[in-house]
């Protein structure tokens, strides 16, 4: 039973557009979430995170925001630029006794066209 | 700028073949992790490490196995590869500091014949 949820697959957007990539949880004990992104044959690096106390997180070009109530997460890209095509994974963390632990979704692969 | 490293990149290996993937990282980081990942699906958590000497399982039953003799090495093995392994093996490291941050090395992709 998945826990984190992306439920779109892909997602085309043309440069300088805003691209929008959502995930939806289940647990109501994850009490931090993250983005990741991850090029082809790379591994995946951390791109910005959010508590579960806050609704907003801004890194530049970057902005996550959580609806704690509705269980989802939107991370926005503004503008969009090619560099950005790639898989982004969200991925939760909870505050109980395995808080080491992420579960990630299945991942979104963004592109960017010039 | 990667500092944790995995080796082989790539592998392509029969069946019953033992093989063992290096992770190595020079952060100083305490905990260390496995993950495995298919294409188009999410990474699963198949074994961590809080640090020297200390190892479980994670969420995914894998019948690899794992060891930290050194803060900075966590290799995994697998004593006799099927195809069932071929895979997507990602190994992290994070600092003491839980805040979920993960650095991920490049992965090493095993297809097992």
């Known amino acids: 039973d998945q826990q984190v949820k992306q439920n779109s697959p892909s997602l085309s957007v043309q440069e300088g557009r805003i691209s929008i990539l959502n995930c939806d949880y289940t647990?109501?004990?994850?009490?931090?979430f993250l983005w990741y992104k991850k090029y082809p044959a790379e591994g995946p690096t951390f791109l910005i995170s959010?508590?579960?106390?806050?609704d907003k997180n801004e890194d530049g070009r970057f902005t996550v925001f959580l609806n704690k109530s509705a269980k989802h997460l939107s991370l926005h890209i503004v503008p969009s630029q090619p560099g950005d095509s790639a898989v982004y994974f969200c991925?939760?963390?909870?505050?109980?006794?395995?808080?080491?632990?992420?579960?990630f979704g299945k991942g979104t692969l963004l592109t960017v066209n010039p | 700028e990667a500092d944790i490293y995995q080796t082989p990149r790539y592998l392509v290996i029969g069946t019953g073949k033992k093989i063992t993937l290096e992770c190595s990282q020079t952060?100083?980081?305490?905990?260390m992790y496995w993950y495995q990942q298919d294409p188009g699906m999410e990474l699963h958590l198949i074994h961590y490490?809080?640090?020297?000497?200390?190892?479980e399982k994670g969420d995914l039953s894998s019948e690899s196995t794992v060891s930290r003799i050194r803060t900075e090495h966590f290799p995994l093995t697998l004593e006799s590869a099927r195809p069932s392994h071929t895979s997507q093996y990602l190994c992290?490291?994070?600092?003491?500091?839980?805040?979920?941050?993960?650095?991920f090395g490049e992965g090493s992709r095993l297809t097992v014949l």
């Open positions: 992290a490291s994070s600092p003491q500091a839980n805040t979920g941050e993960l650095f």
């Open positions: 647990n109501s004990m994850f009490d931090y």
């Open positions: 959010i508590s579960s106390i806050k």
């Open positions: 991925a939760a963390k909870h505050s109980g006794g395995s808080n080491y632990k992420l579960t």
């Open positions: 952060m100083g980081h305490d905990k």
């Open positions: 490490s809080y640090g020297v000497n200390s190892t």
